[in-house]
C-alpha cells in the first residue's frame, strides 16, 4: 500500500487546462481548503487539449520524481458529464486520481495494489456540475485522501480501466517505423523509440525523407542550427536542432503523422 | 469579519502579467519574506491584458473556492501610478487588495464589512516605483495583512469604490440579446446571460447568425466537432465545440462585439 | 555567508523551459521529495529558449526582492553535457545554482564568498543523463544544500566564472546609442540604459527613427496608444505604449537589433 505523508503530501496536478483561465487556481483552493498542509505542484496544465495521449507521457515520464505516497491528479477530460467513470488507483508506491479514458494506461502491467471507481457523494462538492469534474470531483477526493480517507471510503473496487493503443512501432522493408509521441516547447521531438526498442549496432536515424544522422550524445554533439538524434532524458529516442527548434525546421506539428524511421546499414 | 488564519493563510493572485516575466515571482518573493507560512496561489495571471472586465469575470467566479479568510490580491492595472486609489476591502469571508478601477465590482450589493484606501507607507516597499504597485504596494500590503496586522493600520476607511458598468443584455425584437464576457484556453464562449436570465420554457441559442442549438447538459452531448451550448459550471451560458475550439471555428476574439441571441420559439 | 534559513527555505526556479512540459513539475519533485519543507517559487519558466543574456536580466532585477538565504536555481544551458561546468556560487545573501555560462554575470564585481564546481556525485541522482542536467544535477543540489549540506560538500573551491559581455551603450554623433535588453509580455521594450546612463538635463528618446518622447513618470502619463518612455521599476529606460504594446506596434521583436537613441536638445 502506498505510504502516504499525511504530514504535507504532496499532490500534483496535470491536466490540459491551461494557466491561462482560472480553473487551476480553483483546485488549488479547493484542495487548500481541506488541506492546510498539502504542497500542491503542477507537473504541467500544458498538455495538448483533449489528447489523452498527451496527458499519458507526460505522467508516464514524471510521477517517478515524487516522493512515494505522492498523490497524482490529472484531468484530460473530453467526455466529462458522460458516462465514463471517475477512478482513484492506488500502487505499490503512489495514488492517481481522473477520468477513465485511458490516461493511466501507462500502468497496465505494473504494480496496481486497487483502483476505485468513485462514487461517494460524500467527499464530492454539493454541486455537481457536468463540465468541470476536476473541481467537483477530483480535487475534493484528493483533498480528502491526503488527510488520510481510505481509498475503499471512495466508492467500490473494480477490477479494469480503460486502456489507450500503443503499439507504435512498426518492422518495414527500410527498417524500424516509429512515431511522433510528444513535441516538447524547445521544438524537441520525442518519438515511439524507447531505448530497447533500438538495432545493436550502428543505425541512420530518418525523419520522414530528411536524414538527421547516427545517435549523437546531447544537443551540443553538433553545431547550432543542424539537427540531432539522441537518446533522451527519460529513454526515448528524440529529434531536435542544436539551439533551435526541430518542430519548426521540419515543419512538424503536435497531430502529425510523419514517421521515424530508423535504417541499420 | 473575516477570520484570517493567520497559521498559514492563503493569498492568491490574478494578473494580467502572464508568467513570461519574472513579475509574478518577484510577488512572491517579497511575500514569502514577510511571512514564510504563507500560501501563495496563483488564481490565473491570463487575464486579458488591462482588461478590468476579464478580471472581474476571473474573481468573481473563484474566489468563493478558496477557504474562509484566503486574501485575494488582484492587479489588472492600467492606470498605475496616476491618482486611482490603492483598496484593502473586507467582507464577510475575504479580504481582497488591488486597484480602485472596478476590478471588484462583482462585490457591489455583497457583504462589504470595509474598504480602506492604502496610505501607510510603513506596510510598503521603501522605494514606491510609478509602473509596479503589485510589487511596491499591494504585496507588501497583502504580507503584512497576513500575519495580523490589523486592515485599519493600513490607511482610512472609506465609503466607496469605482464599479464597472455590467449591464450586459438586452431585450430585442428577436428575443434576448446578449454579449462575450470571457473565452477560455478551450476557445469556450462565455455568455453574459446567468441561468436566471433565460426564458422558462424552451429556446434556440444563436452567435450571431449562427444556429448553435437548444441547450444541452455537457460537450459530450453533441458528436466530436459540433457545437454546443450547456450551461457552464459557473452557471453561465456558454457556447463550446465538442473536442474543438467554437472561438477559432466562429473566428472570434476577446474583443469581439458579437452578440449570442437567445430566441424562444 | 549567506544566513540558509533550513526551517522552510525558499528555492526559486529560473528557466527556459516553459511550463507547458512536466520539466518544471519533476524539478519541483525532486526538491520537494529531499526537503518537505522547502518553498519553491517559479521566478519565471518563461526565458527566451537558449538566451543566456535573457535569463541574466531576468536573474538580476528579481534575486533581492527574496529574503536573505533564498537559493536561486537558473538553467538556461544551451551547453547541457558538454564540457560546461556545473556551479554553485555563495554570495553574501543568496546561493545560485546553475550552469557555468554567464547566466550569473551579474554577480561580477558582487561580493560573491565562493564558488564551487558541482562534482560530488553523491549529491546527484544516480543516472545523469546528457540532456537535463536541471533534474540530474542541479535539482538535487539545491535540495540538499537547503537542508543544511555545506557548499564545500559538493566539490572543489574555482576562482572563477564565465562572464557574457555587456557594454551596451555606446557614444555616437547623434547622442547616445543603446541596445533592447529584454521584451516583456506586455510588450514593453526595456533597454540597455540604466537611469545612471542617462544624460543630467532634458533628452529625446528614439526607437531607431522613431521619436517616442521626453521621459515621463508612467503608462497613464499619456493617451491610450501612445508611446511613451520611463525610468521602469528597475532603474532601466524602458518604452511601452500606453494600454498597449509598443513592440507590435513598432515591430520589434526579441533579437531586434534596432537602436535606441537618447538625444540631448
Known amino acids: 500500500m502506498a505510504d502516504l505523508n499525511t504530514d504535507?503530501?504532496?499532490i500534483t496536478l496535470t491536466t490540459d487546462f491551461d494557466l491561462s483561465d482560472n480553473y487551476v487556481g480553483i483546485l488549488k483552493g479547493i484542495i487548500g481548503g481541506l488541506n492546510s498542509f498539502a504542497?500542491?505542484?503542477?507537473?504541467?496544465?500544458?498538455?495538448?487539449?483533449y489528447n489523452i495521449n498527451s496527458g499519458c507521457y507526460s505522467l508516464e515520464t514524471s510521477f517517478k520524481y515524487f516522493p512515494r505516497g505522492t498523490i497524482h491528479l490529472a484531468v484530460v477530460d473530453p467526455g466529462v458529464g458522460t458516462t465514463?467513470?471517475?477512478?482513484?488507483?492506488?500502487?505499490a508506491d503512489f495514488y492517481f486520481i481522473g477520468p477513465d479514458n485511458?490516461?493511466?494506461s501507462f500502468l497496465h502491467g505494473k504494480d496496481i495494489k486497487?483502483?476505485?471507481?468513485?462514487?461517494?457523494?460524500?467527499?464530492?462538492?454539493?454541486?455537481?456540475?457536468s463540465t468541470f469534474h476536476a473541481r467537483d470531483i477530483f480535487a475534493p477526493v484528493a483533498g480528502y485522501?491526503?488527510?488520510?480517507?481510505?481509498?475503499?471510503?471512495?466508492?467500490?473496487?473494480?477490477?479494469?480501466m480503460e486502456k489507450i493503443k500503443s503499439n507504435r512501432i512498426r518492422r518495414t522493408k527500410a527498417g524500424l517505423s516509429g512515431e511522433i509521441l510528444h513535441i516538447d516547447s524547445f521544438g524537441n521531438i520525442v518519438t515511439s523509440f524507447r531505448h530497447n526498442n533500438l538495432p545493436d549496432g550502428s543505425f541512420m536515424v530518418y525523419l520522414v525523407e530528411n536524414k538527421i544522422g547516427r545517435l549523437k550524445k546531447t544537443y551540443g554533439s553538433v553545431k547550432t542550427g543542424k539537427p540531432v538524434a539522441y537518446i533522451n532524458s527519460f529513454g526515448y529516442l528524440e529529434i531536435a536542432?542544436?539551439?533551435?527548434?526541430?518542430?519548426?525546421?521540419?515543419?512538424i506539428d503536435y497531430m502529425s503523422k510523419e514517421k521515424i524511421l530508423i535504417a541499420t546499414s
Do not use: C, M, Q
Open 102 to 104: 485511458g490516461l493511466f
Open 145 to 160: 485522501l491526503s488527510i488520510g480517507i481510505s481509498p475503499d471510503e471512495f466508492g467500490p473496487k473494480i477490477n479494469k
Open 241 to 251: 536542432v542544436s539551439s533551435g527548434s526541430a518542430a519548426d525546421d521540419y515543419s
Open 8 to 10: 504535507n503530501p504532496i
Open 114 to 129: 486497487r483502483i476505485i471507481s468513485l462514487k461517494n457523494r460524500k467527499y464530492f462538492l454539493k454541486e455537481i456540475s
Open 39 to 49: 504542497r500542491i505542484i503542477d507537473n504541467t496544465h500544458g498538455i495538448h487539449k
Open 84 to 91: 465514463r467513470k471517475a477512478l482513484l488507483i492506488e500502487t
